[in-house]
């Protein structure tokens, strides 16, 4: 299996802040990655796939990059509506699997 | 707009069957890969696996054993089975629609989730 490695485990953050998260497979994925956002109590909202690519309706805010094995998911400028959970998901070999997950906390 | 919506028993006893359902509105259901993933409560996200057309599934192989997932493409629902269930599959099961865009694998809809626990 691909292990998928996100760090930190846990960012404190104030509302406006540049926050970058980075997630590392332990083998060459490509770009076949994506990025989601999960809120308590919600399912997982998709916000990049592809590495890269925004998905439909998410704010321009998020961005993501890289390949191989190195990933990481960037927030311009953070706002209220951010503080939550992501994970990062490799869909390159099966089985897909996820990060652990990066919680954003208000600082 | 795509709608899942997961139900089944919210509480089933050890060593037997986990049985979900999730109906699929506002798409057709042939022509996606359709998944079911948990989690946990406080942990991440596990993918149990994906059911494409007829009997075209691929499973996690932590689970292959006890996991069967279909379509019934009539009823536009598809169907997850765990057998020999333990206290480790009490989760929050979703099911999830994957996105046609490259190779296919980010989930662009979901479910809003349906807890299981597992207890005598």
């Known amino acids: 299996d691909i292990q998928m490695t996100q760090s930190p485990s846990t960012l404190s953050a104030s509302v406006g802040d540049r926050v970058t998260i980075t997630c590392r497979a332990s083998?060459?994925?490509?770009?076949?990655l994506a990025w989601y956002q999960q809120k308590p109590g919600k399912a997982p909202n998709l916000l990049i796939y592809e590495a890269s690519t925004l998905e439909s309706g998410v704010p321009s805010r998020f961005s993501g990059s890289g390949s191989g094995t190195e990933f990481t998911l960037t927030i311009s400028s953070l706002q209220p509506d951010d503080f939550a959970t992501y994970y990062c998901?490799?869909?390159?070999?099966?089985?897909?699997?996820f990060g652990q997950g990066t919680k954003v906390e208000i600082k | 707009q795509v709608q899942l919506q997961e139900s089944g028993p919210g509480l089933v006893k050890p060593s037997e069957t986990l049985s979900l359902t999730c109906i699929v509105s506002?798409?057709?259901?042939?022509?996606?890969?359709w998944s079911w993933i948990r989690q946990p409560a406080g942990k991440g996200l596990e993918w149990v696996g994906r059911?494409?057309?007829?009997?075209?599934?691929k499973y996690n192989p932590s689970l292959k054993s006890r996991v069967t997932m279909s379509l019934d493409t009539s009823k536009k629902q598809l169907s997850l089975k765990l057998s020999s269930v333990t206290a480790a599959d009490t989760a929050v099961y979703y099911c999830a629609r994957v996105k046609l865009s490259g190779a296919w694998g980010a989930f662009d809809y979901w479910g809003q989730g349906i807890l299981v626990t597992v207890s005598s």
């Open positions: 506002g798409d057709s259901i042939n022509s996606y890969y």
């Open positions: 059911v494409y057309n007829r009997g075209n599934t």
């Open positions: 998901q490799q869909y390159d070999n099966y089985p897909w699997t």
């Open positions: 083998q060459s994925i490509s770009t076949w």
